[in-house]
């Protein structure tokens, strides 16, 4: 007799983050329901109090690390799993809270608890892949359910994610977008952002906020100065960077240049 395959499990982990990303899963529907019948879903808080213990085949992590406690939880995750995904920009960059990371943790804590002694946290937000090896990053702002698809899918069928890392620029261009920076002097980030949303923002005539994050080898000083010259000023180019990928270190990096300049006058 023929010993039945076991499927393999697939376990979802959140750390510091909105739960979004998670609710993209969850958004999947009719995709959801055929990639259950492919995998165990071992572990899901979000959408079940059952779990099964012991090793995961696919662990797909959503959130930065923020607690010295989330941060020896994340290295007991990946030791029990075999392929370890990050989802969305939390996982990936450190998300819009790794906004402390230029800033007085202690100071935030004071103004905003009333008993901040009892807060236990670290002082920067950092991407899981500052802690562990990852193995892919789906990134987003939430995350692109039809990505996310193409990642669990991909697992199965033991290839590599299709997830083209061109910018936002050559969605637009499908869509048959006019160039909103070009056309109406609009600033927007989607030159140096990395595809995945459909170019929703510049659809509706709205410039690109990098939700993204950067895509590969993106050019920063070039971007710069498109956005200086649409009347962007150093403090303005700042706070553009620094939005839910502002630890991402193409934009860490340009972000930082810009508030050197503007303190040097």
Same mark, same amino acid.
């Given at each position: 007799?023929?010993?039945?395959?076991?499927?393999?499990?697939?376990?979802?982990?959140?750390? /510091?983050?909105?739960? *979004?990303? $998670?609710?993209?899963?969850l958004d999947c529907e009719d995709e959801l329901l055929a990639i259950a019948g492919a995998i165990d879903i071992a572990y899901f808080l979000e959408a079940t109090r059952c779990s099964i213990e012991g090793r995961y085949d696919l662990s797909l992590v959503e959130g930065s690390i923020t607690t010295a406690h989330d941060a020896a939880r994340i290295r007991e995750v990946r030791a029990r799993t075999t392929t370890l995904v990050t989802?969305?920009?939390? /996982?990936?960059?450190? *998300?819009? $809270?790794?906004?402390?990371?230029?800033?007085?943790?202690?100071?935030?804590?004071s103004i905003v608890y009333a008993r901040p002694d009892y807060i236990e946290t670290l002082a920067t937000s950092?991407?899981?892949?500052?802690?562990?090896a990852v193995d892919f990053e789906l990134r987003g702002c939430p995350i692109s359910t039809r990505q996310l698809v193409?990642?669990?899918?991909?697992?199965?069928?033991?290839?590599?994610?299709?997830?083209?890392?061109h910018a936002v620029?050559?969605?637009?261009?499908?869509?048959?977008?006019v160039c909103i920076m070009v056309a109406h002097g609009t600033p927007c980030l989607g030159p140096v952002t990395h595809a995945g949303c459909g170019a929703i923002c510049p659809s509706y005539d709205r410039g690109c906020y990098g939700c993204y994050g950067p895509k590969e080898t993106p050019n920063m000083p070039s971007m710069s100065?498109?956005?200086?010259?649409?009347?962007?000023?150093?403090?303005?180019?700042?706070?553009?960077?620094?939005?839910f990928n502002a630890g991402a270190?193409?934009?860490?990096e340009e972000s930082e240049r810009h508030e050197r300049q503007d303190h040097q006058g």
């Amino acid at each position: 007799m023929v010993a039945r395959r076991r499927k393999p499990r697939l376990a979802v982990w959140k750390f /510091a983050s909105c739960d *979004g990303c $998670q609710l993209s899963l969850l958004d999947c529907e009719d995709e959801l329901l055929a990639i259950a019948g492919a995998i165990d879903i071992a572990y899901f808080l979000e959408a079940t109090r059952c779990s099964i213990e012991g090793r995961y085949d696919l662990s797909l992590v959503e959130g930065s690390i923020t607690t010295a406690h989330d941060a020896a939880r994340i290295r007991e995750v990946r030791a029990r799993t075999t392929t370890l995904v990050t989802i969305g920009a939390c /996982a990936t960059a450190g *998300g819009i $809270q790794a906004l402390r990371n230029w800033a007085s943790v202690e100071d935030y804590a004071s103004i905003v608890y009333a008993r901040p002694d009892y807060i236990e946290t670290l002082a920067t937000s950092t991407p899981i892949a500052d802690h562990v090896a990852v193995d892919f990053e789906l990134r987003g702002c939430p995350i692109s359910t039809r990505q996310l698809v193409e990642v669990v899918s991909a697992f199965l069928a033991g290839r590599r994610p299709v997830t083209p890392p061109h910018a936002v620029c050559v969605e637009c261009k499908l869509a048959g977008n006019v160039c909103i920076m070009v056309a109406h002097g609009t600033p927007c980030l989607g030159p140096v952002t990395h595809a995945g949303c459909g170019a929703i923002c510049p659809s509706y005539d709205r410039g690109c906020y990098g939700c993204y994050g950067p895509k590969e080898t993106p050019n920063m000083p070039s971007m710069s100065a498109w956005l200086h010259g649409l009347g962007v000023d150093r403090p303005g180019l700042t706070r553009l960077y620094r939005t839910f990928n502002a630890g991402a270190e193409p934009f860490r990096e340009e972000s930082e240049r810009h508030e050197r300049q503007d303190h040097q006058g």
